[in-house]
């Protein structure tokens, strides 16, 4: 019996040391950065950080072999969509991937991508997405999704003048250490020797880029002085409230009037972003913001793979609202969730 009991034991610990394995932050050399949005002029671009697929084998073929994990894919299209390309109006469709990855000893997750099929790379990124996704649920990945927005200045070719610099929970070595970003510390910091919101590589004036504050000689003169340092500090933390002011404002227009106020009131108490005083609350909002626009997104993804009959019988079985009125967080991830389960019975949901 006592033997069982040790097993078993040994058994969850390594279960727990495979997972914490996964969840360490990939080299930053395979670190790269997409452009998601830019400005009207082409100027400015809002980028998120990525890695390629084969970095994400390499780490499964080194924690478990080749032989201990596999992946299938289950491949629909969706045809007859109009969409603008180029300032036209063309008929196109879309390709829909769901990827399972089965690791032996730690189970199944799916994760789902799609892509235009008019796009030559379109079923590459579709194929990309759905199996990085399915690898975040075991948390391979994951520590993507807590970066910040970062807006960097871009060139000729719409592509970062400077990548960001990555902020210290982000490397390997430092999150084995216990450094994790600042919304998984209950004090809303990074923690000792990590950056702040991190410093972008753009154009000088960005606001709320600093990471460092002065501990030395405040300017030219030479002097220093709790007076002068205070009042650095002072300007950057304003600079630093406007930005998140400015990034929370972006995403309420990504997620609707209704569920905006909803999450300011919830979470904040207020009507606009400037009032709440609490940096550690903003950056809150912030997060539970973007974790709605990533629902939002997978929403529309499994809603056009599904008939819009099967759609309204699960909202009524859940008893939703019209996708259009959906106001809160628990109402997103229930009928994301519903709806994924729909599309595929097999796939489990990351927390």
């Given at each position: 019996?006592?033997n069982?009991?040790s097993?078993?034991?040994?058994l969850?610990?390594d279960?727990?040391?495979?997972l914490a394995?996964?969840?360490?932050?990939?080299?930053p050399?395979?670190v790269r950065?997409r452009?998601t949005?830019?400005?009207?002029d082409?100027?400015?671009?809002?980028i998120?950080?990525?890695?390629?697929?084969r970095?994400?084998?390499?780490?499964?073929?080194?924690?478990?072999s080749?032989?201990g994990?596999?992946?299938?894919?289950?491949?629909?299209?969706?045809?007859?969509i109009?969409r603008?390309?180029?300032?036209?109006?063309?008929?196109?469709?879309?390709v829909?991937?769901t990827?399972t990855?089965?690791?032996i000893g730690l189970?199944?997750?799916?994760?789902t991508g799609e892509?235009?099929?008019d796009?030559d790379?379109?079923m590459?990124?579709?194929?990309?997405?759905?199996?990085?996704?399915a690898?975040s649920?075991?948390?391979?990945?994951r520590?993507?999704?807590?970066?910040?927005?970062?807006w960097v200045d871009?060139d000729?070719?719409?592509?970062?003048v400077r990548?960001?610099?990555?902020?210290?929970?982000?490397?390997p070595?430092?999150?084995?250490?216990?450094m994790?970003?600042p919304?998984?510390?209950?004090?809303?910091?990074?923690?000792a020797?990590?950056?702040?919101?991190g410093?972008n590589?753009?154009?000088?004036g960005?606001?709320?880029?600093?990471?460092?504050?002065p501990?030395g000689?405040?300017?030219g003169?030479?002097r220093?002085?709790?007076?002068a340092?205070?009042?650095?500090?002072g300007?950057?933390?304003?600079?630093?409230g406007e930005?998140?002011d400015?990034?929370?404002?972006?995403?309420?227009?990504?997620?609707?009037?209704?569920f905006?106020?909803?999450i300011?009131?919830?979470?904040g108490?207020v009507?606009q972003?400037k009032?709440?005083r609490?940096?550690?609350?903003k950056?809150?909002?912030l997060?539970v913001?973007e974790s709605?626009?990533r629902?939002?997104?997978r929403l529309?993804?499994?809603?056009?793979?599904?008939?819009?009959?099967?759609?309204?019988?699960?909202?009524t079985?859940l008893?939703a609202p019209p996708?259009?009125k959906?106001?809160d967080?628990?109402?997103?991830?229930?009928?994301?969730?519903g709806?994924?389960g729909?599309?595929?019975?097999?796939c489990h949901?990351?927390?």
């Open positions: 019996m006592a069982e009991e097993s078993a034991s040994a969850v610990l279960i727990r040391r495979l394995d996964l969840e360490v932050p990939f080299p050399d395979k950065w452009v949005n830019t400005t009207i082409k100027k400015r671009g809002q998120v950080p990525y890695a390629d697929p970095a994400y084998t390499d780490r499964l073929n080194a924690l478990f080749p032989q994990w596999t992946r299938e894919y289950k491949i629909e299209a969706v045809n007859n109009t603008m390309k180029k300032g036209e109006s063309i008929v196109s469709g879309k829909l991937v990827c990855v089965t690791i189970w199944s997750h799916c994760g892509d235009w099929a796009d790379n379109g590459t990124s579709a194929d990309a997405q759905a199996f990085k996704r690898c649920c075991f948390g391979l990945g520590y993507f999704y807590d970066f910040p927005v970062f871009l000729q070719n719409r592509q970062p990548a960001p610099v990555l902020s210290g929970w982000a490397l070595e430092n999150w084995s250490k216990g994790r970003p919304s998984k510390n209950g004090d809303g910091k990074a923690g020797g990590s950056q702040g919101a410093s590589g753009g154009s000088a960005n606001k709320g880029q600093a990471t460092a504050r501990t000689p405040a300017n003169n030479g220093s002085g709790q007076g340092t205070g009042k650095a500090n300007s950057a933390t304003s600079a630093h930005d998140l400015e990034r929370i404002l972006r995403l309420g227009e990504a997620v609707g009037a209704s905006y106020r909803n300011l009131r919830e979470y108490r009507n972003p009032l709440i609490d940096a550690a609350v950056r809150k909002v997060q913001l709605a626009v629902g939002f997104d529309r993804a499994v809603t056009q793979r599904l008939d819009p009959t099967t759609v309204e019988t699960q909202l079985k008893q996708i259009a959906i106001a967080m628990k109402t997103l991830q229930d009928v994301v969730f709806l994924e729909l599309g595929n019975p097999n949901h990351a927390a």
